[in-house]
């Protein structure tokens, strides 16, 4: 309550309003104190709250143990600027990115939107990032979190499509050993032809390498698991035809939905806002990222483990997707809007709700 009364408040009025102030303002606070052992250790005894539920309901996905399954998405923390806060938060995983391999400025300002009527974002950010290489010195320099990292990669905005395969294999190596699992970035809607690495020929050119790439930075261990983002506005026979392109190429899982291009769900007072161009986030994505948590498990037989990300503002959205398949979550625009409340309230739920495995013809899925 506190967070929705009096800081959610004081942070919509930054900038003018302006959501990207709020956003960096945010992780500056985050970042400062996590800064230092000392001031660590305050973060952790003044969020203890936060984390009561936080070991409550351990998961295990694609080789990887999380000691719950609530997750930040990448986006909120591209550069790694505010690691140590979200284990803090409760969090049981981070994924930072998306990042590239060049360093980006990303698109013109203003590029981050809020429509409050809809709980809903809307950005074109266009991955701005300082680049693979200053991420990993950040990572080298912070050391293990507490929590597994995932890192989310795309294309430099600079590189021409021929030659998207290089950009992401470059920042693979570069990345390779600070990464518990690696996001394969193919469907934001703000880096220009970006989506059409979701074609099945390119996809499956890219995810070769990517593998086999894994396989050699890995040496005696077993690779990294390689996931792939998903866009919320594909056609199920194109899912369809994606998923076998990743089954195929033996990837790990899949994060189920980017943002939108549709427009649908918003409220009447966030029209003129809506006009903007970019990816939509938020509650109005929710059940179309619900369908595809769904039509993902269907489709592999619950064999390909989903990350389920999209709209989720209550405890009951983090639910309906497990229910669907997922075997984690990510919170975005649910944590803007909810604050850290949101997390313990999942994790809580989450803690005290016994699943059972979905049953399909010829699902091998592990109960959670």
């Given amino acids: 309550m506190m967070y929705r009364q009096l800081l959610r408040p004081a942070l919509f009025r930054l900038g003018g309003g302006d959501a990207e102030v709020a956003h960096t303002a945010t992780l500056r606070v985050l970042s400062g104190l996590a800064g230092g052992p000392a001031r660590l250790t305050a973060l952790w005894a003044a969020t203890a709250r936060y984390r ?6 351990p998961v295990e996905a ?18 790694g600027v505010a690691l140590p806060a979200w284990p803090a938060l409760g969090f049981g995983f981070v994924e930072v990115g998306t990042v590239t391999r060049h360093p980006q400025p990303g698109n013109p300002k203003p590029r981050l939107f809020r429509l409050p009527a809809s709980d809903a974002l809307i950005n074109r950010m266009g991955f701005n990032n300082a680049g693979a290489a200053a991420l990993a010195a ?7 979190l507490p929590v597994p990292l995932g890192i989310s990669i795309g294309k430099s905005k600079v590189t021409p499509l021929s030659e998207a395969v290089e950009d992401y294999l470059v920042s693979l190596r570069t990345l390779y050993r600070h990464g518990d699992y690696f996001a394969i970035n193919v469907s934001s809607p703000n880096t220009p032809g970006l989506r059409t690495l ?22 005696d261990a077993a690779p990294r698991p390689l996931l792939v983002k998903v866009a919320p506005d594909l056609t199920e026979p194109a899912l369809a ?3 076998q392109v990743c089954t195929d190429a033996g990837v790990a899982g899949i994060i189920a939905t980017n943002t939108t291009l549709a427009r649908d769900g918003l409220a009447v007072a966030d029209a003129a806002v809506g006009d903007q161009a970019g990816g939509l986030s938020g509650r109005p994505l929710h059940e179309r990222a619900v369908q595809l948590v769904d039509f993902v498990y269907r489709e592999t037989g619950g064999r390909l483990p989903v990350i389920g990300v999209g709209g989720i503002l209550d405890p009951q959205g983090a639910l309906r997707m497990l229910d669907a398949g997922a075997r984690l979550v990510q919170l975005y625009t649910g944590f803007i809007y909810r604050g850290p409340e949101l997390v313990r309230q999942i994790n809580r739920a989450v803690g005290q709700t016994v699943y059972r495995p979905r049953v ?7 109960t959670r």
Avoid: C, I, Y
């Avoid at 950040?138 to 293990?144: E, H, I, Q």
């Fill in 52 to 57: 009561k539920h936080a070991r409550s309901a």
């Fill in 62 to 79: 694609f080789g990887v143990r999380f000691p719950n399954p609530v997750g930040l998405a990448a986006g909120l923390d591209k550069d």
């Fill in 138 to 144: 950040r990572l080298a320099a912070l050391g293990p």
């Fill in 198 to 219: 979701q074609d099945a020929g390119a996809l499956s050119e890219l995810l070769a390498a990517l593998s086999a790439e894994s396989r050699v930075l890995a040496g």
């Fill in 241 to 243: 035809e994606l998923l």
């Fill in 360 to 366: 399909t013809a010829d699902s091998r899925q592990e």
